[in-house]
């Protein structure tokens, strides 16, 4: 299913923004698929491609995969990204989903550290000010500019 998943996101990319809801469905179908390889290709989909929606659902898997557990041998090299993307994206949504990612990193490799693994209990709530603004008026562009 990966493989079908990413040959289509490869074969949807290359269209543009006509094809943004079916490389969407693709992120989100990723989510679904509780392996490393899918975050992956998640990652990837987040540092190439340029509608925000389209990250945004690829940041939201990720989100969900975390929380299946399937990416516990992976948490350094996800956190590292993720913190990346929630400071450099311009898209108030994609850095809210790896705000969040990365929060949620931060509390289970504390758990780990801790030698607390097992038993790790969920993620206290983040709160945080938007980073894009004022809300609905708020513009920023990939570079983090205010326009």
Do not use: F
């Not at 989909?45 to 925000?52: C, P, Y």
């Not at 990346?84 to 790896?98: E, N």
């Amino acid at each position: 299913a990966l493989e079908l998943l990413e040959g289509l996101y490869v074969e949807n990319s290359q269209h543009g923004a006509a094809r943004d809801t079916m490389r969407s469905c693709i992120a989100e179908a990723l989510g679904c698929l509780p392996h490393e390889e899918s975050a992956w290709l998640l990652l990837r989909i987040l540092g190439e491609d340029k509608t925000g929606d389209v990250r945004a659902s690829a940041c939201h898997s990720v989100l969900r995969l975390l929380a299946s557990r399937c990416l516990d041998n992976s948490l350094e090299s996800l956190h590292t990204t993720l913190l990346a993307v929630q400071h450099k994206d311009g898209d108030r949504y994609v850095t809210a989903y790896a705000a969040e990612a990365v929060h949620r990193v931060d509390h289970m490799l504390q758990a780990r550290w801790n030698l607390d693994e097992d038993r790790i209990s969920p993620a206290p709530l983040l709160i945080r000010w938007c980073s894009c603004g004022d809300g609905w008026q708020a513009t920023v562009d990939r570079k983090g500019n205010r326009g």
